[in-house]
């Protein structure tokens, strides 16, 4: 492996998919077929024929080429990966069982190892913090939420990573007037319209019901072990490519049987999007990556910082504000929901 300025020179491959993010181009390929088709699963609602100058992102099966490395010590450390960084590439290292190369200056990225479960994983991952950082660039901010379309309008429910969002659209979208934006982060623009980011529904093993085989994958996981993910092919005519604004649940679990819901702040729910969208808890941005930049790039994350808090605050304007306390019974939350919006038909408008 040539770790110089030609270490992203097209090599053969038998697996490609190629996506068009909201402008952000990404072709992936490589001898890792699993992982390749994992992400072309993932991704399937954005993908695209034809692509102009993408960024490459080649998964290998095969030995990590440690040899190649250089010889100095890791500066970013994380549960996940530690890295380090030669003139424009940063190199990852996972543990010993994966090698990623990430060229700053293309945006290409190579990862080498015999596990294609973590190949999937860590270029998942990355693309992820690669489309946010894009993004956010053109002001429009991922948020860490459900959120789907009643009624011609958005219903986010933001619940923390593991609250159980996904296994709640699975049951919302049970009801025919409910369609689907993301299971975890959709996009809030400046006017604080919201935006489609249907990737696949993560639930935990067991809770897949009476969904076919054929359309979910058991995948394990760095840190947080098995999940099912069910394919975007499943839900694909349920999708609504944006909403306005309408409603937002400030959501947390209970060990009741029943579920209740009680009129939010204007406070609780602005604290609610600075943890879910302005910091971006549990959305897995890719701060690897941004610890590496230089303290004028990263005193420009200010701005970003600015920008997600203010269409955080016009999307709150523009919506109704609730607390959503989920019971144990799955079926009575989204019963419960949807009989709400129903009442209300989803309608905007501040709460007191």
């Given at each position: 492996?040539?770790?110089?300025?030609?270490?992203?020179?097209?090599?053969?491959?038998?697996?490609?998919?190629?996506?068009?993010?909201?402008?952000?181009?990404?072709?992936?390929?490589?001898?890792?077929?699993?992982?390749?088709?994992?992400?072309?699963?993932?991704?399937?609602?954005?993908?695209?024929?034809?692509?102009?100058?993408?960024?490459?992102?080649?998964?290998?099966?095969?030995?990590?080429?440690?040899?190649?490395?250089?010889?100095?010590?890791?500066?970013?450390?994380?549960?996940?990966?530690?890295?380090?960084?030669?003139?424009?590439?940063?190199?990852?290292?996972?543990?010993?069982?994966?090698?990623?190369?990430?060229?700053r200056k293309t945006g290409?990225?190579?990862?080498?190892?015999?596990?294609?479960?973590?190949?999937?994983?860590?270029?998942?991952?990355?693309?992820?913090?690669?489309?946010?950082?894009?993004?956010?660039?053109?002001?429009?901010?991922?948020?860490?939420?459900?959120?789907?379309?009643?009624?011609?309008?958005?219903?986010?429910?933001?619940?923390?990573?593991?609250?159980?969002?996904?296994?709640?659209?699975?049951?919302?979208?049970?009801?025919?007037?409910?369609?689907?934006?993301?299971?975890?982060?959709?996009?809030?623009?400046?006017?604080?319209?919201?935006?489609?980011?249907?990737?696949?529904?993560?639930?935990?093993?067991?809770?897949?019901?009476?969904?076919?085989?054929?359309?979910?994958?058991?995948?394990?996981?760095?840190?947080f072990g098995p999940k099912?993910?069910?394919?975007?092919?499943?839900?694909?005519?349920?999708?609504?490519?944006?909403?306005?604004?309408?409603?937002?649940?400030?959501?947390?679990?209970?060990?009741?049987?029943?579920?209740?819901?009680?009129?939010?702040?204007?406070?609780?729910?602005?604290?609610?999007?600075?943890?879910?969208?302005?910091?971006?808890?549990?959305?897995?941005?890719?701060?690897?990556?941004?610890?590496?930049?230089?303290?004028?790039?990263?005193?420009?994350?200010?701005?970003?910082?600015?920008?997600?808090?203010?269409?955080?605050?016009?999307?709150?304007?523009?919506?109704?504000?609730?607390?959503?306390?989920?019971?144990?019974?799955?079926?009575?939350?989204?019963?419960?929901?949807?009989?709400?919006?129903?009442?209300?038909?989803?309608?905007?408008?501040?709460?007191?």
């Amino acid at each position: 492996m040539n770790t110089g300025s030609n270490a992203f020179e097209a090599a053969p491959s038998r697996g490609c998919a190629r996506f068009n993010v909201y402008g952000y181009q990404v072709e992936v390929r490589g001898s890792a077929a699993p992982a390749v088709d994992g992400l072309a699963a993932d991704f399937a609602y954005f993908r695209a024929e034809r692509l102009v100058s993408p960024v490459v992102l080649e998964l290998h099966h095969e030995d990590p080429p440690y040899h190649s490395t250089p010889s100095r010590p890791a500066t970013v450390y994380t549960p996940r990966n530690v890295s380090l960084r030669n003139g424009e590439l940063t190199f990852i290292d996972y543990s010993g069982l994966a090698l990623a190369i990430h060229d700053r200056k293309t945006g290409d990225f190579r990862i080498y190892s015999l596990q294609d479960e973590l190949l999937y994983e860590a270029a998942y991952l990355f693309v992820l913090s690669q489309i946010s950082e894009f993004l956010d660039a053109r002001r429009l901010h991922r948020i860490h939420a459900l959120a789907i379309s009643v009624a011609g309008r958005a219903v986010l429910v933001l619940l923390p990573m593991g609250g159980g969002k996904s296994t709640l659209a699975a049951e919302l979208l049970k009801y025919p007037e409910v369609k689907l934006l993301s299971d975890d982060s959709p996009l809030v623009d400046r006017s604080g319209r919201i935006h489609c980011f249907p990737l696949h529904l993560g639930l935990l093993p067991g809770s897949q019901g009476q969904i076919p085989e054929h359309q979910f994958r058991t995948v394990s996981r760095m840190e947080f072990g098995p999940k099912i993910l069910v394919n975007y092919e499943y839900f694909a005519d349920r999708v609504c490519p944006s909403a306005d604004p309408g409603a937002i649940f400030l959501g947390r679990r209970s060990l009741s049987r029943s579920c209740e819901i009680v009129p939010a702040s204007l406070v609780q729910a602005t604290r609610a999007m600075v943890t879910n969208c302005v910091v971006g808890l549990g959305l897995f941005q890719g701060m690897e990556f941004v610890f590496h930049r230089g303290l004028l790039e990263l005193a420009g994350k200010a701005g970003v910082a600015w920008s997600r808090l203010r269409n955080s605050l016009r999307l709150l304007r523009r919506s109704s504000r609730y607390h959503l306390i989920l019971g144990r019974d799955l079926q009575q939350n989204a019963r419960t929901l949807i009989e709400f919006l129903r009442k209300t038909n989803a309608s905007p408008g501040a709460t007191t």
